[in-house]
């Protein structure tokens, strides 16, 4: 993402807050995975889609009309024989010439500092109980200011969300975020084509997800997005099966959920297919079903329509065909009423996508589900999940588990499938698997 990409987002964030206001984002702490070895380092969301910078112990500050410069970075300084060890820091030259910032200070003088800042403002936008240390120290900032009162010293009045502003404008994906949506899909499909050809019957579920890891490696990914669910046979009847260790069966399918994460944006992909490349009757037939569902939903993802349009056009694709199976029996209207499909269907058909993988971003706007618009993206993922010993179900449907999901984008005219370079009907994965 360019630099200018995070300067267009600070300034919409501040045109937002308006003058007498101050923003205060910490970055996310470093995190042990036992005794002296961090997890590698991830910047928490918000503060990088506003600032691009990758480092830890830092803390962005935003104040519409400063005089001396409107985004200030807090961050390490250079440090030669840290810098041996770990990597290079950018320090504070390094935050101003190459992240946009107007002005920078060591980490170091960040209580020297910042509560200057925070003078004769009237509103601190900040996202409260995330950081508990940072809160308490904000809140130290704020009381010193009020105890100076007598001196002519006006303390901020309110603390608002800074979450709220910033969650809402990560909804909308720009063109340059589009772009890298677009790339970590490919990767992502591609991924899980090579999980298709290389599938055999005595593999092991996590032979499967290395196959998928080192696709997302070699085109750029570094990481996946979420753990990787592999999960052949029962197992796919667990939503979030991330074990990962059995052997792969003749005759199952294998449920694989998968994406790969690229320069912060994440994909989300999940294919079923059989082990041994050959769709039983049933599993066919169940399959099918789920598919239909599919399209029914994402032909309800348009700008106009509201959010919950493609979660009910899965829902009564499914209601209906699991009649037709004799799974569920009854008038259609009232098993949906009823509830009926939930015990075969039991998740919503799709989430927010960017950042993370369920990403930010109101579902629900008062007491109204919200109206679809061109640069949202949202994932697309009916399921089927009949577990071995399902009462009232006959046993050949017993051990199937099926989800299918794609990322669509929402656009002026209508949508697109970002993750269509994947088969998901029965011939063409099928034919995938012979080749």
């Given at each position: 993402m360019k630099k200018n990409e995070f300067a267009k987002r600070r300034r919409q964030l501040m045109r937002m807050m308006g003058?007498?206001?101050?923003?205060?984002?910490?970055?996310?702490?470093?995190?042990?995975?036992?005794?002296?070895?961090h997890y590698p380092y991830r910047p928490d969301s918000d503060f990088?889609?506003?600032t691009g910078f990758t480092e830890p112990d830092a803390v962005a500050v935003m104040q519409p009309g400063r005089r001396n410069g409107e985004y200030v970075l807090?961050?390490?300084?250079?440090?030669?024989?840290?810098?041996?060890?770990?990597?290079?820091?950018a320090g504070q030259e390094g935050a101003v010439a190459e992240h946009g910032a107007d002005d920078s200070f060591p980490i170091t003088d960040l209580d020297d500092i910042l509560p200057g800042l925070l003078e004769n403002c009237e509103r601190v936008y900040y996202?409260?109980?995330?950081?508990?240390?940072?809160?308490?120290?904000?809140?130290?900032?704020?009381?010193?200011?009020r105890a100076r009162a007598r001196s002519g010293v006006t303390a901020p009045l309110e603390i608002v969300a800074l979450d709220h502003l910033v969650h809402d404008m990560r909804l909308?994906?720009?063109?340059?975020?589009?772009?890298?949506?677009?790339?970590?899909?490919?990767?992502?499909?591609?991924?899980?084509c090579q999980a298709m050809r290389v599938c055999r019957p005595g593999m092991s579920e996590f032979q499967l997800e290395a196959a998928i890891n080192q696709v997302f490696q070699?085109?750029?990914?570094?990481?996946?997005?979420?753990?990787?669910?592999?999960?052949g046979g029962e197992n796919a009847c667990v939503l979030h099966y991330i074990d990962n260790k059995d052997a792969l069966r003749d005759g199952?399918?294998?449920?694989?959920?998968?994406?790969?994460?690229?320069?912060?944006?994440?994909?989300d992909i999940t294919r079923t297919f059989p082990v041994n490349g050959r769709f039983s009757p049933e599993q066919r037939a169940l399959y099918e079903l789920v598919l239909e569902a599919q399209l029914a939903a994402i032909k309800k993802v348009r700008p106009g329509n509201h959010w919950n349009l493609p979660h009910m056009a899965a829902v009564r694709t499914l209601t209906r065909g699991l009649v037709r199976l004799g799974i569920l029996s009854g008038e259609v209207n009232k098993l949906i009423k009823d509830e009926a499909y939930k015990p075969y269907y039991m998740h919503r058909t799709g989430h927010w996508l960017g950042m993370d993988v369920h990403d930010v971003?109101?579902?629900?706007?008062?007491?109204?589900?919200?109206?679809?618009?061109?640069?949202?993206?949202?994932?697309?993922?009916?399921?089927?999940?009949?577990?071995?010993?399902?009462?009232?179900?006959?046993?050949?449907?017993?051990?199937?588990?099926?989800?299918?999901?794609?990322?669509?984008?929402?656009?002026?005219?209508?949508?697109e499938v970002l993750t269509s370079g994947v088969p998901k009907s029965v011939d063409e994965i099928e034919a995938l698997m012979a080749a």
């Open positions: 003058k007498g206001s101050v923003a205060i984002l910490p970055a996310a702490p470093e995190v042990v995975r036992n005794r002296d070895v990088y889609y506003l807090f961050c390490r300084e250079k440090d030669p024989d840290a810098e041996r060890w770990d990597g290079r820091r996202s409260l109980g995330f950081q508990p240390e940072f809160d308490q120290k904000l809140i130290e900032w704020v009381n010193g200011l909308y994906k720009s063109s340059a975020e589009q772009g890298t949506m677009r790339k970590a899909a490919q990767i992502s499909a591609e991924a899980h070699h085109h750029g990914s570094r990481s996946p997005a979420y753990p990787a669910i592999v999960g199952d399918l294998v449920l694989i959920d998968a994406g790969a994460e690229l320069d912060y944006y994440a994909a971003g109101d579902y629900k706007v008062g007491d109204q589900w919200r109206v679809l618009e061109p640069g949202m993206v949202l994932t697309v993922e009916p399921g089927l999940y009949i577990s071995s010993g399902t009462k009232g179900v006959a046993k050949k449907w017993w051990g199937i588990g099926i989800r299918i999901e794609d990322d669509v984008l929402v656009t002026r005219t209508g949508n």
